[in-house]
Every structure is written in structure tokens, then in C-alpha cells.
């Protein structure tokens, strides 16, 4: 809104004026002044000053005095350019609330952008942010990824779990949506679906089974979907199945088991005969067996048994036996299934019969080709190359554009550039902040872009895991030296380029109280002197590396402060080594 000060204004008229709410009414205020937080007694004793930048926050009544609650809720950030008569404008940033009083004979002259970039610097100085902890997220590093770390991970499985969003190009370790085991006479296949990203993908490549190629298995199937709309299912999960184990040895009594699931459409019933089937006659060979298995079932609350039949299994083999039996075009519902043998088997040393149900397939018929989801589907057979729990699977997968509005239509724009990964997490409505284009000032964004590319800083990042926005976003931001914020509505960006603005300040005895000004520097003495960055090395498969940057006195240094950064997203080297050399300066010259 326009705001006009035609007189001096006092410290305590500002706060009143500037911020939406009664300042006895549940929470308390604390301000300051260039850089100096004042006590509460002061607030009513000190003027606004031109040139004076000015800073408060609101503290809910038993949240304390914390840095992370005042940052929480709410920052006001004013720059009074002139003590009469000025035209203002009034902004948010993330929940809280920006202006800028701008003077002189230009009456209406608005600063915005500028104001809230030195309004944001001051605000990160006095209450530098905190992000909240998010189960499986930790800033600067994936507590609960499968992707990301020092120790090789499963493939994760199990319900609601996030879909997937890539950046770039990454060697990946993706949620596994679906796995069953299919029969076919003795011969056991695995089958898994992954879900690789919840988006449109440009390939998926180099696929490893327990970090082993995947050419060096034998009858394997690969199946891959890159997330189209109008894509086709996955040829072996059509249906969704789910393998109940149910390991009982079969005698003439009857085996009974319920399905799980209550929209059954069809159910397998896997059998094994773990000890071969046949006889050992008296010349020393084996003579062939039989055993007769009856299978029957009903819809749950129902009293009749449909009989599926009397399944003969006859054999002369002394190596495991596996059957593999179908009921199909079942009315949808819940189950009971039994089994049992028909006739009692022949005992004695000489005769291999043990007879097992190994377990109860459930199946839901549908044509599920998961529209809009990146899919890997693996048909593998179970030998002794590959036997045992679950194998973990991994691929390099490959996104190259994200869409990007330019003012009058969407263009692709590299999904490695830091700026248009930030722009996509915000906009996109599938996956990220779904703020509206409109919203969204693309010509910032387009300068950051361009200084990504000309120092190439890239970005490579693979987010399997729930994470708050904000996070993200100061995630990727780092690596393009920059960070989104927001004006009012409008969300922008900053980076540390070299004609970009940056934050001063002048005192003079026309700002400064009598016998208040001092001086006081950080000590450089307890700064970290050796920084070690963390990064996922493209050439070395993306698995994680890390470098050591050394202050350029360092031998002459009598005591190792270390601090240390995980790099999520720079696959890079030479990116790595630079970012290190930029944080060590940072640390060691600004004060």
C-alpha cells in the first residue's frame, strides 16, 4: 500500500504503522536498528533517521526469544530514503512483510527488488534461517535416501512412499512399487517394477544388479517406460500381484488360507516339492511318482466350495519341483482358498514326496501403465547367479529439460541449470510449489540462469524423499551461488555476481546516539581453517567423494578446525574444488 510520512517518525510509530497487528496482543515485538537489535526500553526513545535500516519481528507469547522463532514469524524490512514525504510499497517475504519508503520530488518511485535484497541481508544476519527437520531430509544430506550415501541401500519398498524428481543426470537407487514371483514348470522368475520418477525422463541406461551389469545376467527381461501420458503398461504388470507366503506342508487334511485383499480377480497357488519326486528303485535309477492335489475355493461368507480340480504332479527327479496353478476370472471380492492332497503318499527311505503350498499369489486385474511415472520393469530368473533376498537395482537415468514460461509460451530450458531447476520446483504443480507462473519474475531468473552457465555450475540431484520446499530450494540454489526469494507475491532470485548489488552502510554523527557506536569483528581465530565438501563424482560411477580444501596458511597453522559440507547435486570435481575454495574465503574475509 502507499504510506507517506510527512513528519520524523519515532521508533515506536513505525512498528505501530508498518506491521499488521496490535503490539499487545499475543506476541511481543523486538527491532532493529542498521544491524543492531535494540532493547525493548530503547524502542520508545529513538528516531528514524534517513538512510537508517530498520528490522523487526513478531515472538508468539511462549515461544521464547529464539533466533529461529522471531525468523519464523514475521520480518519487516525498511530503508527510509527520506524524513517527509515518500511514496512506499509493501512486500512479503515467505510469511512475512517488507516496505520501502522511497522520497524526494518522486512521489511513487519504487525500489522493491533492491530494498528486499538488503532487507533479506539484513534479516539472514540477524536471524539466519533454520530449516525444519523432515523425516528422511536433513539439510545438506539424505538421512533416509537410497540414492545417497557411503553404504550401498536396498531398493526401497513399501506404501507411501515419495515419487522421484531428477535433475540432470544421476546413477540412482529407485523405489520398487511391485514384486512378485511368476512360475513356469520348475523355473522360477523374480519380477520387479521400479518406480524411477514421477515425471517425463529422457533415458534410463547402465542398469545394475547388486553393482553388477545387468548383461552379464542371463534370462533377463528389461522393460522401460519414460513417463508419458499415453504410455503402455509394463507387459508382465498388467495386473498387481502380491505374493503371501504360506510354507505348509500338504497332507490329506484340508489347508486353509484367506486372501488379504478384498478385490481379488484372481489367485495363484505356487506348490513345491523341495525334495524332488521318485522313487529309488533296486537297479539304481529312479522310477517316476505321482501326487494328486485338490484345490478348492469360495467368496468370503459364502457356504459352497468351488472345486478347481484334482492337480496330478508326476515325476522321476530328484531336484526341487515347483507348480504353478491359476485361478482366473474370479468376481471381485475376498477369498478362501484350501488345499490338500488326495491320497496319503507312500513313505519309506526310498520314496522323495514331501509335498509344500509355498504360497498364495493375490492378483487385481487392471491395465495399470502409471500415466506420467518413469517406469523399470526387470523379469528375472532365479539361478544360483542370482538367488536369495531382494537384489538391489540401480540405473543412470537422464532428464534434460525442464518447462520454463517465457512470457508467451513454455520453451525448454536445461534441467542442469541450478536457476531453471529452482524456477521448476517452484511452478510445477505435480511435484513442487504449484505458485503460478505469473508470479514468478523470469527475467531474474533468466540472469541467474545465464551466470550459472557462463561460471558452469550445474546441478545433478535425484530427490527420493519427502522434503520441504524451502529446503530444496536452498539445496540447488547453492550450488548456482544464489538463493530464491520473494517480494510480496512475486518470488525472485539473488546470486553473488560481480555487479550485483551488495549490502552498505554509513554512519555518521547524523545516525549515531552519542557515546553508542562500537566496533566488534569475529574472531578468525575459532573459524574452520580446513573445509572437506562432499560430492557424488560423475566419472566414478556418482558414487560419493570427498575433497579437502586447505586455508593457504594452513602449515603455519598451529590448530585443524574443520567444517564439513555434503554437496547434493554437484557431480562435478572441479566444481566441488571450487565451491571449497569459495567457502573457505568467505569464511576466512568476511566479517
Given at each position: 500500500?502507499?504510506?507517506?510520512?510527512?513528519?520524523?517518525?519515532?521508533?515506536?510509530?513505525?512498528?505501530?504503522?508498518?506491521?499488521?497487528?496490535?503490539?499487545?496482543?499475543?506476541?511481543?515485538?523486538?527491532?532493529?536498528?542498521?544491524?543492531?537489535?535494540?532493547?525493548?526500553?530503547?524502542?520508545?526513545?529513538?528516531?528514524?533517521?534517513?538512510?537508517?535500516?530498520?528490522?523487526?519481528?513478531?515472538?508468539?507469547?511462549?515461544?521464547?526469544?529464539?533466533?529461529?522463532?522471531?525468523?519464523?514469524?514475521?520480518?519487516?524490512?525498511?530503508?527510509?530514503?527520506?524524513?517527509?514525504?515518500?511514496?512506499g510499497l509493501v512486500t512479503g517475504s515467505f510469511g512475512a512483510y517488507s516496505a520501502t519508503i522511497a522520497a524526494g520530488g518522486f512521489a511513487g518511485t519504487l525500489i522493491g527488488t533492491g530494498i528486499m535484497v538488503v532487507g533479506g541481508l539484513i534479516i539472514n544476519a540477524l536471524l539466519p534461517?533454520?530449516?525444519?527437520?523432515?523425516?528422511g531430509f536433513e539439510y545438506g544430506g539424505f538421512s533416509n535416501s537410497q540414492t545417497y550415501g557411503w553404504e550401498p541401500s536396498e531398493n526401497l519398498y513399501k506404501e507411501n512412499v515419495a515419487l522421484p524428481v531428477l535433475y540432470g543426470t544421476h546413477r540412482i537407487t529407485p523405489p520398487c512399487i511391485g514384486r512378485y514371483v511368476s512360475t513356469s514348470g520348475d523355473k522360477q522368475y523374480l519380477n520387479l517394477l521400479y518406480a524411477v520418477a514421477g515425471h517425463e525422463i529422457d533415458e534410463i541406461t547402465d542398469i545394475e544388479i547388486n553393482d553388477t551389469p545387468v548383461e552379464y545376467f542371463s534370462d533377463v527381461e528389461i522393460s522401460k517406460r519414460y513417463g508419458e501420458v499415453s504410455q503402455t503398461?509394463?507387459?508382465?504388470?498388467?495386473?498387481?500381484?502380491?505374493?503371501?507366503?504360506?510354507?505348509?506342508?500338504l497332507t490329506t487334511n484340508w489347508t486353509t488360507r484367506q486372501t488379504i485383499g478384498n478385490s481379488v480377480n484372481a489367485i495363484g497357488i505356487g506348490i513345491l516339492l523341495p525334495q524332488g519326486l521318485f522313487y529309488a528303485n533296486d537297479s539304481?535309477?529312479?522310477?517316476?511318482?505321482?501326487?494328486?492335489?485338490?484345490?478348492?475355493?469360495?467368496?468370503?461368507g459364502y457356504l459352497s466350495w468351488t472345486n478347481y480340480g484334482t492337480q496330478v504332479i508326476t515325476e522321476?527327479?530328484?531336484?526341487?519341483?515347483?507348480?504353478?496353478?491359476?485361478?482366473?476370472?474370479?468376481?471381485?471380492?475376498?477369498?478362501?482358498?484350501?488345499?490338500?492332497?488326495?491320497?496319503?503318499?507312500?513313505?519309506?527311505?526310498?520314496?522323495?514326496?514331501?509335498?509344500?503350498?509355498?504360497?498364495?499369489?493375490?492378483?487385481?486385474?487392471?491395465?495399470?501403465?502409471?500415466?506420467?511415472?518413469?517406469?523399470?520393469?526387470?523379469?528375472?530368473?532365479?539361478?544360483?547367479?542370482?538367488?536369495?533376498?531382494?537384489?538391489?537395482?540401480?540405473c543412470l537415468v537422464t532428464r534434460n529439460y525442464v518447462q520454463v514460461w517465457t512470457g508467451s509460451q513454455y520453451e525448454d530450458k536445461p534441467a542442469t541449470n541450478p536457476a531453471w531447476v529452482c524456477y521448476d520446483m517452484l511452478h510445477n504443480s505435480d511435484y513442487g510449489g504449484s505458485v503460478p507462473y505469473s508470479w514468478i519474475i523470469y527475467e531474474n531468473f533468466s540472469e541467474w540462469a545465464d551466470f550459472c552457465s557462463e561460471n558452469n555450475y550445474t546441478c545433478n540431484i535425484y530427490f527420493?524423499?519427502?522434503?520441504?520446499?524451502?529446503?530444496?530450494?536452498?539445496?540447488?540454489?547453492?550450488?548456482?551461488?544464489?538463493?530464491?526469494?520473494?517480494?510480496?507475491?512475486?518470488?525472485?532470485?539473488?546470486?553473488?555476481?560481480?555487479?550485483?548489488p551488495v549490502q552498505r552502510f554509513m554512519f555518521t554523527m547524523g545516525n549515531i546516539i552519542k557515546d553508542s557506536f562500537e566496533e566488534t569483528w569475529l574472531s578468525?581465530?575459532?573459524?574452520?581453517?580446513?573445509?572437506?565438501?562432499?560430492?557424488?563424482?560423475?566419472?566414478?560411477?556418482?558414487?560419493?567423494?570427498?575433497?579437502?580444501?586447505?586455508?593457504?596458511?594452513?602449515?603455519?597453522?598451529?590448530?585443524?578446525?574443520?567444517?564439513?559440507?555434503?554437496?547434493?547435486?554437484?557431480?562435478?570435481?572441479?566444481?566441488?574444488?571450487?565451491?571449497?575454495?569459495?567457502?573457505?574465503?568467505?569464511?576466512?574475509?568476511?566479517?
Amino acid at each position: 500500500k502507499q504510506i507517506e510520512a510527512l513528519e520524523p517518525l519515532s521508533m515506536r510509530d513505525v512498528v505501530r504503522q508498518y506491521y499488521p497487528a496490535s503490539l499487545d496482543a499475543f506476541f511481543d515485538v523486538v527491532v532493529s536498528i542498521n544491524g543492531r537489535i535494540l532493547e525493548e526500553q530503547r524502542i520508545d526513545y529513538i528516531d528514524v533517521n534517513p538512510g537508517d535500516y530498520v528490522a523487526f519481528c513478531a515472538i508468539p507469547h511462549g515461544g521464547g526469544r529464539g533466533k529461529n522463532i522471531l525468523r519464523t514469524v514475521a520480518i519487516l524490512a525498511l530503508v527510509i530514503a527520506a524524513p517527509y514525504l515518500g511514496a512506499g510499497l509493501v512486500t512479503g517475504s515467505f510469511g512475512a512483510y517488507s516496505a520501502t519508503i522511497a522520497a524526494g520530488g518522486f512521489a511513487g518511485t519504487l525500489i522493491g527488488t533492491g530494498i528486499m535484497v538488503v532487507g533479506g541481508l539484513i534479516i539472514n544476519a540477524l536471524l539466519p534461517p533454520q530449516l525444519p527437520d523432515t523425516e528422511g531430509f536433513e539439510y545438506g544430506g539424505f538421512s533416509n535416501s537410497q540414492t545417497y550415501g557411503w553404504e550401498p541401500s536396498e531398493n526401497l519398498y513399501k506404501e507411501n512412499v515419495a515419487l522421484p524428481v531428477l535433475y540432470g543426470t544421476h546413477r540412482i537407487t529407485p523405489p520398487c512399487i511391485g514384486r512378485y514371483v511368476s512360475t513356469s514348470g520348475d523355473k522360477q522368475y523374480l519380477n520387479l517394477l521400479y518406480a524411477v520418477a514421477g515425471h517425463e525422463i529422457d533415458e534410463i541406461t547402465d542398469i545394475e544388479i547388486n553393482d553388477t551389469p545387468v548383461e552379464y545376467f542371463s534370462d533377463v527381461e528389461i522393460s522401460k517406460r519414460y513417463g508419458e501420458v499415453s504410455q503402455t503398461a509394463i507387459p508382465y504388470f498388467h495386473d498387481t500381484y502380491s505374493d503371501v507366503a504360506i510354507g505348509a506342508e500338504l497332507t490329506t487334511n484340508w489347508t486353509t488360507r484367506q486372501t488379504i485383499g478384498n478385490s481379488v480377480n484372481a489367485i495363484g497357488i505356487g506348490i513345491l516339492l523341495p525334495q524332488g519326486l521318485f522313487y529309488a528303485n533296486d537297479s539304481g535309477g529312479l522310477s517316476a511318482q505321482t501326487v494328486s492335489i485338490d484345490i478348492e475355493y469360495r467368496k468370503v461368507g459364502y457356504l459352497s466350495w468351488t472345486n478347481y480340480g484334482t492337480q496330478v504332479i508326476t515325476e522321476a527327479s530328484n531336484s526341487a519341483i515347483r507348480r504353478y496353478y491359476l485361478i482366473e476370472n474370479l468376481e471381485s471380492g475376498q477369498y478362501e482358498v484350501r488345499v490338500k492332497l488326495t491320497s496319503a503318499l507312500p513313505t519309506g527311505s526310498r520314496y522323495r514326496n514331501l509335498t509344500y503350498w509355498e504360497y498364495m499369489q493375490e492378483i487385481v486385474s487392471d491395465e495399470f501403465t502409471y500415466p506420467g511415472v518413469a517406469l523399470l520393469g526387470i523379469k528375472i530368473l532365479a539361478t544360483d547367479q542370482l538367488s536369495g533376498p531382494t537384489p538391489k537395482v540401480t540405473c543412470l537415468v537422464t532428464r534434460n529439460y525442464v518447462q520454463v514460461w517465457t512470457g508467451s509460451q513454455y520453451e525448454d530450458k536445461p534441467a542442469t541449470n541450478p536457476a531453471w531447476v529452482c524456477y521448476d520446483m517452484l511452478h510445477n504443480s505435480d511435484y513442487g510449489g504449484s505458485v503460478p507462473y505469473s508470479w514468478i519474475i523470469y527475467e531474474n531468473f533468466s540472469e541467474w540462469a545465464d551466470f550459472c552457465s557462463e561460471n558452469n555450475y550445474t546441478c545433478n540431484i535425484y530427490f527420493d524423499v519427502i522434503a520441504n520446499l524451502r529446503k530444496v530450494l536452498d539445496i540447488v540454489s547453492q550450488l548456482g551461488r544464489g538463493s530464491v526469494i520473494q517480494i510480496g507475491s512475486k518470488f525472485s532470485c539473488i546470486y553473488d555476481g560481480a555487479d550485483f548489488p551488495v549490502q552498505r552502510f554509513m554512519f555518521t554523527m547524523g545516525n549515531i546516539i552519542k557515546d553508542s557506536f562500537e566496533e566488534t569483528w569475529l574472531s578468525t581465530d575459532e573459524r574452520a581453517n580446513v573445509i572437506e565438501v562432499s560430492y557424488y563424482d560423475a566419472e566414478l560411477n556418482y558414487t560419493k567423494q570427498t575433497i579437502t580444501i586447505e586455508q593457504e596458511d594452513f602449515e603455519n597453522q598451529t590448530e585443524i578446525r574443520t567444517n564439513q559440507i555434503d554437496l547434493v547435486g554437484c557431480s562435478d570435481r572441479d566444481m566441488a574444488i571450487r565451491h571449497g575454495k569459495f567457502l573457505m574465503n568467505c569464511n576466512r574475509y568476511l566479517t
